[in-house]
């Protein structure tokens, strides 16, 4: 199968490219980050921390499901993913399956779910490795999922993030996301954020 690769000026050995299943391991250890504790947070009856990216790395190669490889986009560098995003619209979760979850930990999330904008695309979570940071990598991949929302016809495109997480915030910012909604989540000992989330928007997208 041949992928087509976008290579930057600038990043020499860096280059952008739709996500293949070959990627799930890397795709699920960045999703994880991207989580920013979500995943742990939910998934811990499941699996241990140090085999989560492993559960994960099998439901994303299955390709079924938001969380899936068929809707991330990668920075590689040298052929290593060191980047991804994850986008879809949002009104797929609502077929997410969560019966199998605890259902207090989902509770306590429950209203991030809630405040959720069901008619916009989503970015489900972006992350790129500590040793690529502030290169521009995770500007060029939401640059990407504002591109696959125009495609689409969404006029919004939307993320939810911690509102303690300042980067990641400055990040969305940056791309001319705003503040929608600020959700209250109530405080767990193992869920280690203050503050509550907040769902950032990006409402002025327009169709060729």
């Known amino acids: 199968m041949h992928t087509k690769q976008l290579y930057v000026e600038g990043m020499q050995n860096q280059a952008f490219r739709a996500a293949l299943p070959g990627d799930a391991y890397a795709l699920a250890e960045l999703a ?7 995943y742990e947070f939910l ?3 499941m ?3 140090e085999m989560l990216a492993g559960l994960m790395a099998r439901s994303i190669k299955q390709g ?3 969380l899936s490889w068929r809707n991330c986009f990668v920075a590689v560098d040298q052929g290593v993913v060191i980047g991804m ?4 619209p949002a009104e797929w979760l609502h077929e997410e399956e969560q019966d199998i979850l605890p259902q207090d930990r989902v509770q306590v999330l429950g209203p991030i779910d809630q405040a959720q904008d069901w008619e916009s695309f989503l970015v489900n979570g972006v992350a790129v490795q500590a040793s690529h940071r502030r290169q521009g990598i995770g500007n060029r991949l939401i640059e990407w999922s504002v591109e696959q929302a125009r495609v689409r016809r969404f006029s919004r495109i939307t993320s939810t993030v911690w509102e303690d997480n300042v980067a ?5 910012e940056r791309q001319k996301f705003r503040v929608q909604t600020r959700i209250e989540v109530d405080r767990h000992p193992e869920l280690s954020h203050t503050g509550g989330s907040l769902l950032m928007v990006r409402d002025d997208l327009t169709f060729g």
């Open 32 to 38: 994880i980050t991207a989580g920013d504790g979500m």
């Open 168 to 172: 990641a915030r400055s990040l969305f």
């Open 47 to 49: 699996a241990p921390k």
């Open 43 to 45: 998934l811990q009856e």
């Open 64 to 66: 079924n499901g938001g």
């Open 85 to 88: 995003i994850n986008a879809f």
